[in-house]
């Protein structure tokens, strides 16, 4: 494949790597001193689009692609407010959208351990605190990330007296047994290198259960991104990683 890279930082020269390793073509480079230049002229030699860049520029990004009738797979997170008009747009160009929260084949088996968690919590009202961590490094701009959101929509959806998410630095002070007036806390940090981590831990008067996803390395979530980019080929419409993966 000929594959522009929207988004030139850590993430995209980790994508460019390994893209590269399994025989692909990069035609295009973008990063923050080439953006604005940028149009859809010079996308029409790629065969896909990996969008990798920040949640002001995302959408944006995407529509120039579906104007060049180039497919996209978008890992920016926080522009999620757009999402139904970008879907809208897709289909009207008759184009090919891939987008998740997360690119990591774990996080997303992780997604579907957190729910089947949260399934079992609806009955087990003994366990009347909930709540999610999410650590990232400082370049990580989004707060709570989108992976985080996802996971909290998740139990939303699944434990009928959590009825909406609060995002806390983890600086801030909350106070516990706050979901008993349906809150779910999601607790951010950001700091230097470290891996990217998601906790949703539930609390009882006798116990605590927890279950952890640790990204150890950029490495699973540009895989999963150019696997994306390679199963899109030849599709048209709007895809995530439910469909790729069959969950």
């Known amino acids: 494949m000929k594959i522009a890279l929207i988004g030139y930082g850590k993430m995209g020269k980790t994508i460019e790597q390994i893209a590269l390793r399994r025989g692909h073509q990069i035609v295009l480079r973008v990063d923050v001193n080439n953006s604005k230049y940028i149009d859809t002229s010079d996308l029409k030699g790629a065969d896909v689009a990996i969008e990798f860049s920040r949640p002001d520029s995302a959408a944006e990004n995407i529509r120039k692609c579906f104007k060049a009738g180039v497919p996209v797979v978008c890992g920016t997170t926080g522009w999620y407010d757009q999402l139904d008009a970008i879907s809208k747009d897709c289909k009207e160009s008759a184009g090919s959208f891939f987008y998740a929260a997360n690119y990591s084949i774990g996080v997303n088996l992780f997604f579907e351990v957190n729910k089947k968690l949260a399934q079992l919590m609806n009955s087990q009202t ?21 992976t985080a959101i996802t996971i909290a929509q998740d139990v939303i959806d699944n434990i009928d007296r959590v009825k909406h998410w609060v995002n806390y630095k983890t600086d801030e002070s909350v106070t516990m047994g706050a979901e ?14 470290i891996p990217g981590t998601h906790i949703v831990k539930y609390f009882s008067d006798v116990d605590e259960i927890e279950i952890i996803h640790k990204a150890l390395s950029r490495q699973g979530f540009a895989i999963g991104a150019l696997t994306a980019a390679e199963w899109l080929q030849g599709k048209k419409g709007v895809f995530t990683m439910k469909d790729m993966l069959q969950l």
Not at 182 to 193: H, K, M, V, Y
């Open 126 to 146: 003994q366990y009347d605190e909930v709540l999610i961590h999410e650590s990232h490094h400082l370049e990580k701009l989004d707060s709570p990330s989108g």
């Open 180 to 193: 008993s007036d349906g809150e779910l806390p999601i607790f951010s940090t950001r700091e230097d290198e």
